[in-house]
């Protein structure tokens, strides 16, 4: 539904994206990330024929975003980061005036505001004017502006920057929803949204993609987490002979916690798997084998780098 | 044609709920009265250049540039611009509704004069010369076309809309100064030049109209100026692409 090809944006002598190239498919829910300054903006305002790029292509729906900017734009809903809205408008008006302009067939303008209305849950605001609305309010007319028509494409910059932790949540549940019906390309810098609501991420760093393989490989790292009561040197080096197991390190504990839950004295070790192979099993018959010396495990729990994590190694250099 | 439908409710939906556009109004009133009551009341003259000689002629200097200095740059500055841009409308559509917005609430203010052509109607006793009016309100209309085209012109250069009804409002004391003291021009000597001159400025084709002559060079004047202005903004808005 979405792709850039080759990607470049200059201004002047300063790139800001150079060959970015990357594909949404229909019905995916995608998120892009990247620092500030990435130039998130920049390829979406691309993407939304707001500007050309400088080299490259991008279609979306199937056109071309220079050459058929108009069917492009007629299969988008964008929403800027700002979302810039007419202060002196109703919510009511504003809202008839874009779905005129989208091409929502005179009868129908009625009952797709009703929808989108209905959809954004900013019924009881409707006859409020823009420039009297709460900045959650705002952002939420915008977002209802984008679903009219309805588009087959939600191009979203930022859905939830300014928002409170309440209303994040309700944008989330939203966006899992919108999901459902529409081809979503959403950009953000808070990572639990991006777990939250999309299926894929795509991420940008200093005007370049990260390779998807790249963060496929660092998503994938798996890390096993065990609490063994028992002498910790011997069952350090039993765990170091497991055959799915590639390292072993001893994570620190907090002394205070351990006291705190009443658990016999035990040591936390964090295994490493070969080639991302399940210790699990062996990890069990070694601790059945051991029964006896008073072995015993408190508690076993995998751990998947967290977007965080990747996000961080991704942009920072790092593993 | 419905994108252009759409637009234009909403411009001129924008102005009628803007203070700014009530005051100015008010002004432009203001000054009609003013000027209508000192010719009329000192004169008794009937005809149409009581209502507007001399301070009329600097009415839409004034007036167009608050009218259409946030046309523009007010979208560009809040970021509506991109909205507009990113929605299945053309340029050309954008400009014209824009245009059409700011010149029907022109046209509402110059129609609220039609008061005094009434209080002169009513304390004249001989014929009214209809026809002469008539010319003389197109041609408010035509020179007020012009300024508002040229306003929006400037206004897509601006973030700010005072910076944008500055330039304009200068530019047009300065073609109507030049307009006045020049007439005719010193430093130009008779002939073409001259000629060419004179054409140039939009005051001397008011004046004929004023003066209820209809020559269709007076209107092609007008209807070309305007159009090249309009024309310009388009070329500005699209400007967005070649950077």
Redesign the interface.
Known sequence: MIEADKLTKR?GDFTAIEDLSFKVGAGEVVGFLGVNGACKTTTM?IL?????ASAGKASVAGFDCFKQS?EV??S?G?L?E?V??????RVA?YLA??A????VPGGKVKSEIARVVGRCKIEDRARQTIGTLSRGYRQRVGLA?ALLGPPKILILDEPTSGLDPLQRAEVRDLLLELGKEHTVLLSTHILSEVEATCARVIIIHGGKLVPDERVAKLRAVRRYEAAIAGPQDNVLGALRQLAAVDAVEVLPQVKEDAERSGEPPHTVFELIPKNNEDPRTGLTELLASKKDAGWKLLELRRKVLSLEEVFARATGGGT | M??F???T??EV??VF??PLAYGTAAMFLFLFGLVFTWRFFFTRLVEVSTLVDPLGYFVPILVAPVLTMRLISEERR??????L??????DLEVVLSKFTGVMIFYGSMTALTLVHVGVMRYYYDGNMDWGSFATGYLGMLLIAGLFLAFGLFVSAFFETPMLAALVSFVSGLAVLTTGFAATPPAVVRPGMASDIYNFMLPFNHYKNLLGGVIDTRDLAYFVLTTVFFLFLTTRVLES??W?
């Open positions: 201004y305002r939304s024929c707001f500007q050309p108009l734009r007629r988008i964008y800027p700002s810039p809205l007419y202060p002196e408008l008006e005036f874009r005129r302009i989208k091409g502006d | 419905r994108n439908i759409a637009l409710r909403r939906l924008s709920v803007s809040l970021g509506t611009l991109e909205m841009l990113t929605a299945p409308v053309g967005r692409k950077k």
